[in-house]
């Protein structure tokens, strides 16, 4: 049971234009969402994060929305750099959890082209 | 803040032998984690401490699986008779439990079962 889901395992953009990576959910329960980024032989590196109750988060060149009704979220990179170039993480927590235990999707590969 | 460390970084070991890794958390955090990434996919939940207590764990950690953090510092896993399918990325992270949902990963142990 796949509740977090990325559907595309790569994307590429070219430097400067916007990079929109997506997530989708089946858990309402989950309360909390967040980004990571990875490159390869590191481990994921915490970018951003946004509560239920809020529909955008903004942190410099990268916002991330919320869309509950869709179970859908996304993160903005505006302008895109080549040194973005990685795997994206989407990943939930649920609600009442006590230990916070993180349900990630698959990744993403974002390509920025100079 | 020195981030996140484990050790060793890489690890090939013959099945059946025994291995163990060893994660040291940012030091002002009491919430550590271990999570198993294999190739394509997202981190998966293992287990999780507070300080030195185990208060959670996946069915993902079988009975060969054991982890600890015996004075609420650093943690140890440790995999019994090792199989090829333990083939993975351990990753280790940890979070204040204000915010647990912030967790910072290490770089994580690249384990290979030949």
């Known amino acids: 049971d796949q509740q977090v889901k990325q559907n595309s395992p790569s994307l590429s953009v070219q430097e400067g234009r916007i990079s929109i990576l997506n997530c989708d959910y089946t858990n309402s329960m989950f309360d909390y969402f967040l980004w990571y980024k990875k490159y390869p032989a590191e481990g994921p590196t915490f970018l951003i994060s946004i509560s239920s109750i809020k529909d955008k988060n903004e942190d410099g060149r990268f916002t991330v929305f919320l869309n509950k009704s869709a179970k859908h979220l996304s993160l903005h990179i505006v302008p895109s750099q080549p040194g973005d170039s990685a795997v994206y993480f989407c990943a939930a927590r649920k609600a009442g959890t006590s230990g916070s235990r993180l349900t990630f999707g698959e990744g993403t590969q974002l390509t920025v082209n100079p | 803040d020195t981030g996140v460390s484990q050790n060793p970084r890489h690890k090939i070991t013959k099945r059946g032998q025994n291995v163990t890794f060893r994660c040291d958390p940012i030091?002002?955090?009491?919430?550590l984690y271990w999570y198993r990434q294999t190739l394509g996919q997202g981190p998966e939940f293992l287990t999780y401490?507070?300080?030195?207590?185990?208060?959670?764990k996946s069915r993902l950690l079988s009975d060969r699986f054991s982890a600890e953090r015996p004075k609420g510092s650093f943690s140890t896993l440790e995999i019994q008779r090792t199989e090829q399918g333990d083939s993975a990325m351990y990753l280790c992270?940890?979070?204040?439990?204000?915010?647990?949902?912030?967790?910072?990963f290490g770089p994580g142990t690249r384990l290979t079962v030949t």
């Open positions: 401490f507070q300080n030195e207590a185990q208060l959670e």
């Open positions: 992270a940890s979070s204040r439990r204000q915010s647990s949902y912030e967790q910072y």
């Open positions: 030091s002002e955090h009491n919430r």
